[in-house]
């Protein structure tokens, strides 16, 4: 359980970021996926990211200390149509480079809406993980909005077409920022890396 999370700082350069000296986790995934609720939702405090209902709400790579032993990082979405192509670029810059570079990283939270068929831009980017060995896991993102066998039938759907980039399926859990649910297991997996 996550007892202390405090904002600390926003970049656009992951040299500025704060000193890799604590094991970070990232959340990333398509804009309005629910990164930011996520995020809030795992602190216990609905204050702590900024979200919206609008796509495109966070910009820059935010840092969080957590209870004084690791670093939460909630990213900007990718695939959001309503910007410009340099600004695209721009930010799809920052965030690889961000990822790449960055020694502390111990896993990247990538996540899918649970409502969706696969989307090409998301199995894309994990594609990209993978070539980049970036650590990822997946957490299936608003599950209060539909049944639950609605929700395994899209992860089901998903595991599968991701099989055909990696050779085992990549960790996932399922989450509600509504409901809470997923929370114990994605701070328990977190805070197990962390210990090690
Ligand atoms: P960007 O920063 O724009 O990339 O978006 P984001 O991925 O951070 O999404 P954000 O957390 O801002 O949430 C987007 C919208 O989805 C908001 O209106 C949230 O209230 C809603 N939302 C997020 N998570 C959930 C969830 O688990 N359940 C429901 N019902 N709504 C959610
Ligand atoms: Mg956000």
């Known amino acids: 359980m996550i007892k202390n999370a405090t904002f600390l700082i926003s970049n656009t350069d992951h040299t ?7 094991a970070e986790f990232a959340f990333i995934g398509r804009s309005n996926v629910g990164k930011s609720s996520l995020i809030n939702m795992l602190a216990n405090n609905k204050n702590l990211a900024k979200t919206s209902g609008r796509p495109g709400k966070t910009q820059l790579i935010n840092h969080f200390g ?34 790449v570079n960055r020694d502390n990283l111990v896993a ?8 969706l068929e696969p989307q090409k831009i998301d199995l894309e980017f ?12 997946l957490l299936f993102t608003k599950a209060d909005k539909q049944s639950r066998p609605k929700t395994q039938s899209t992860v089901a759907k998903f595991l599968k077409a991701s099989k055909a980039i990696f050779e085992e399926a990549p960790l996932y859990f399922v989450t509600s920022a509504e ?14 890396q962390v210990e090690e």
């Open 126 to 137: 994990i594609t990209w993980c993978g070539e980049s060995n970036i650590p990822i896991v």
């Open 108 to 115: 990247l939270f990538v996540l899918i809406d649970s409502r």
């Open 66 to 99: 957590v209870d004084n032993k690791w670093y939460m990082v909630d990213l900007p979405g990718y695939g959001f149509a309503k910007v410009s192509k340099s600004l695209k670029a721009d930010w799809e810059g920052m965030i690889k480079d961000y990822l």
């Open 179 to 192: 409901s809470g649910d997923g929370k114990a297991e994605v701070v328990n997996f977190i805070e197990e």
């Open 16 to 22: 500025k970021c704060p000193p890799p000296d604590k």
